[in-house]
């Protein structure tokens, strides 16, 4: 049975989710549409009321690929090879194939069937998603949540129009024509420029603002609720409008002329955003012709591509590159210019390299970095006796960072650091004798199995016979987040030179990836005679940043308190999860003056710390913060030393090498 969908035409706003959409149905050679925005907006309903719009096709009758029956030459193999006798058609209607998260490969792409391969002999294609979009809608909820290779596996069928299956000694070609439709929330992580190039265009969503528009949003979802046949009956007129256009605009689209001259429009809006390679003047060609034939219009105008540009470039536009220095030295100029010259031109070093930075970085972090960091974080502000506030300093944008490969199977998701999966998710990279939660691999099943079979031939009608000594299971590998740990130091040394401004900025760099990319990151301070847990496990950016912000620095160091509450926190953490890589980074010159007991502090400390090691499951990382200089005391080398971890001075706590040192590179 139809399952009744709001109709398109009563959607309230989401005027550029609505156009977009509509471009892509005259027109799927656009390459799809990217939807960014918070939950809650019709993103879902817009793609599904949209199939309602669009006419019945054609499709070959049995055929798992939609194929065309006047087009055989341009179907699947199968399709093409029936070339000696008429194809038997049928009509239905176009598809919205949902992708889920945990969709596997051969899910997606499609793989060989298990039964046929064991009863018959034969080898047989399992369709995947891929082939069930075809002709239709392929819709990726939180598509910036998928792991990059089934990422890769729909843009590649999206961009060449087929998807190829190459596994299991099968080779099959089937062609993969859809409109792609993905979803995300940015603040949850972006995709990788390069996926984010393929989707032609993309929208911005957000919630009505107007309060009459929420008003009416609830007064038609609750007559849609109450009565859905009378709702359709009603908006039926409005809805046939929007089919006819589509259908008009499909049949007006080869027709569309595009004078030459507006193909240097193109070229150089393109330009002026510094969008890299070509594909940002085609999918603006393309979308252009679109909405042109969408409004019955002869030919593209400049308007009809200024209002396709924001589509096309927002996910495209770059910011300029700084320019490099003159060659030749400035003119010297007089002290009276000196004199009348303007703030901007005596703008401090440090000011400029912060500018700087902010122009590699992205918009979003951008607007973080400008919330949370002060002109000159490295001035504290003043707190009741001898504590300090300092602002968190800038932020920078973080190399990608992750742990190395190990042979446990763990749980979980994230975009971090890639592991073995105990469950039907990722990438199939090889068998193993036990099979693992069901999750068989039937080409090393096979193979197993082919030697025996003419002693196992005993009248069953199977053609391979199979024993429980024959059953191979898979082994997958996908990616899923890490648990980084700071402990900082913050006594009154820290405070020297904005020591703790580049820490807190570190850190919340640090965050901010690690936010992207779903990991769990924690910090504790100590200071005077205890420890703080100033960041419990979190992937809020929000709550990182109060906490960060609000971290005072002054009094003495009581290190020793500063392990036990690490100790007492990481134990906690593998103690839920015991396949858990907790990462320690601790930030200290060493120097302990407070102990737990009746022991020389700095003793007490180096005691923690041996024990600290017992557990090789966590992996610590010392950064020293003592100055250089003719009197040097060491006592963070000893503490790394104790903590076998790996060594580092306060010099090291940069941007790029602190990331280098998480993945465990030298500097």
Not at 242 to 249: K, L, P, R
Not at 259 to 279: D, K, M, S
Not at 534 to 543: A, E, F, G, R, Y
């Amino acid at each position: 049975m139809h399952r009744t969908t709001f109709p398109f035409s009563a959607i309230i706003g989401q005027e550029a989710l609505k156009q977009s959409l509509l471009l892509n149905a005259v027109n799927p050679g656009i390459g799809g549409v990217l939807i960014r925005g918070e939950k809650g907006t019709a993103k879902s309903t817009a793609v599904r009321a949209l199939a309602d719009l669009l006419p019945d096709i054609d499709v070959v009758q049995g055929c798992a690929f939609s194929c065309h029956p006047d087009h055989p030459e341009d179907g699947c193999d199968e399709c093409c090879r029936s070339t000696t006798k008429p194809l038997t058609r049928t009509r239905r209607r176009v598809r919205v194939v949902d992708l889920p998260l945990n969709a596997t490969e051969d899910r997606v792409a499609g793989g060989i069937d298990f039964t046929p391969a064991v009863q018959q002999g034969r080898r047989a294609l399992q369709p995947g998603l891929l082939a069930s979009a075809h002709r239709g809608i392929l819709y990726v909820d939180e598509v910036n949540l998928l792991d990059d290779h089934i990422v890769d596996i729909i843009l590649d069928a999206a961009a060449s129009g087929e998807n190829i299956i190459e596994r299991e000694g099968m080779s099959f070609r089937h062609p993969a024509r859809f409109i792609l439709v993905g979803t995300m929330n940015p603040e949850e992580g972006e995709l990788r420029p390069q996926l984010l190039d393929r989707f032609g265009l993309c929208v911005e969503t957000a919630g009505a603002r107007s309060p009459e528009d929420r008003v009416a949003l609830m007064e038609r979802r609750e007559a849609f609720d109450r009565d859905p046949i009378a709702f359709l009956r009603e908006t039926a007129p409005w809805n046939r409008r929007i089919a006819q256009q589509i259908e008009s605009g499909r049949a007006l689209l080869p027709g569309v002329r595009m004078q030459p001259h507006l193909r240097g429009f193109i070229t150089e809006l393109c330009t002026e955003n510094h969008v890299a390679g070509h594909r940002a003047d085609l999918v603006m060609e393309q979308a252009a012709c679109a909405l042109a034939a969408l409004q019955a219009a002869p030919e593209v105008t400049i308007e009809h591509i200024r209002q396709v540009a924001p589509m096309v470039l927002v996910h495209r536009r770059r910011e300029t590159q700084p320019p490099p220095p003159p060659d030749d030295p400035p003119s010297e100029k007089n002290d009276s210019s000196e004199e009348s010259a303007s703030p901007e031109d005596r703008k401090p070093e440090d000011e400029k390299n912060q500018t700087s930075a902010e122009v590699h970085s992205t918009p979003s972090e951008q607007t973080r970095g400008e919330n949370r960091t002060s002109p000159d974080p490295g001035e504290p502000k003043p707190r009741n006796g001898d504590e300090r506030i300092f602002e968190i300093g800038a932020t920078f944008k973080v190399k990608h960072l992750s742990a190395a490969k190990d042979r446990i199977f763990r749980r979980g998701s994230g975009r971090r650091s890639r592991t073995r999966v105990s469950q039907k998710q990722g990438r199939y990279v090889k068998s193993c004798l036990n099979p693992r939660y069901g999750d068989i691999a039937l080409d090393a099943t096979l193979r197993a199995a082919a030697p025996y079979q003419k002693q196992r031939r005993n009248g069953s009608g199977l053609c391979v016979i199979l024993t429980a000594r024959d059953i191979r299971g898979k082994i997958r590998e996908k990616r899923i987040g890490n648990f980084l740990f700071f402990l900082v130091d913050a006594s009154g040394s820290m405070g020297a030179r904005g020591r703790m401004a580049a820490s807190k900025g570190a850190v919340m760099s640090l965050l901010l990836d690690a936010y992207q990319k779903r990991d769990r990151v924690a910090m504790i301070s100590f200071r005077r005679n205890e420890a703080l847990v100033n960041l419990p496990p979190t992937t809020s950016v929000d709550l990182a940043g109060k906490l960060l912000a609000e971290m005072p620095v002054g009094g003495r160091t009581p290190l020793s308190a500063g392990l036990a509450k690490t100790h007492e926190q990481v134990r906690n953490v593998l103690l839920k999860d015991p396949a858990a890589r907790p990462i320690v980074i601790l930030i200290t010159d060493g120097k302990s003056n407070v102990a737990l007991s009746d022991q020389n502090p700095v003793e007490e400390a180096l005691g923690l710390a041996a024990a600290m090691t017992r557990d090789e499951r966590i992996r610590y990382i010392v950064v020293d913060s003592e100055e250089a200089g003719l009197v040097s005391f060491g006592l963070a080398r000893r503490l790394a030393a104790a903590l076998q971890a790996q060594y580092f001075k306060i010099d090291d706590l940069k941007a790029k090498t602190l990331v280098d040192i998480v993945k465990g590179q030298n500097p």
